[in-house]
């Protein structure tokens, strides 16, 4: 099951067109390893800690292999020292020779960078001799002039990781891309819960195919199986009533930046064709689900229904 998310970026008219460069630049403490990881999620190939001088080199590659590297993102920061300071230039030149690019930037306010670094328990890359605050400042005037340039300003004060990651995907994320994946898959009851089950569902109140001497030998992928099990009474309505559950909790998982789910289907003893169907939950959609084969029991075939 797909959610999707709308707002992907423009691409590049250009040698680059198809391609989008993404700069990922601010204060330290403020989110850019949570905005790293979030477009990573989404499919962007980030690389950390890059040098500005790098950033050239890297958008020729990433012409080179559109293909390949569709999107691109560069984390580029005061860890790199004095390389550090020339990004600007960098930036002015890379727009100039018609690059697309963007160049964002993440910001907190002190009080909170500050308590950041404490949680963490790490000293602040520019604070040396001094403290937390003074690494504080003398970065806030390094990055003056490169976030009064910047394309996009992520003020985080107010956001936790998950706030920021869900920010990120809204910002970034490709027109009709998923921003949330619902595997659907079936196991027996007898052989143990699924550990990766997110949520799990009882379906042993229907009849089960396999007493059925002309179902018996035959897979939850067969159709007659498939059709026995959805004709029962109540199939039907509990797989649209459960959907209806599905509706509200997926988009809180969304909320909260959960990307894939797992709804187990359980059954007697074996699997189950209902989690191969997955058609409830294909009607709420209004679009196919991701679906996993059921799970093997001991000793039985691969999707025999039992």
Known sequence: MDWDSDGGMMADGGDRAGSEILIVTGMSGAGRSTVANALEDMGWYVVDNLPPQMLKPLLDLSGLAASALPRVAAVVDVRGGSLFTDLPEVTRALRGAREQLRVVFLDASDDVLVRRYEAVRRPHPLQGDGTIVDGIRRERERLASIRSSADVVIDTTDLNIH?????????????????????????GFKYGLPVDADMVVDMRFLPNPYWEDELRALTGEDERVRDFVLAQE??????????????PVLAGYQRENKRHSVVAIGLHRGQAPIGRDGRGAQRAAGRGSRRRRPRAAPGSGPGVAR
């Open 234 to 247: 109540g199939a039907s309505e509990f797989l649209d009533a459960y959907t209806a559950v599905l509706v």
């Open 163 to 187: 706030q920021l990651a869900t920010h990120v995907v809204e910002l970034f994320s490709e027109r009709g891309t998923a921003r949330h994946s619902l595997t659907i898959l079936s196991f």
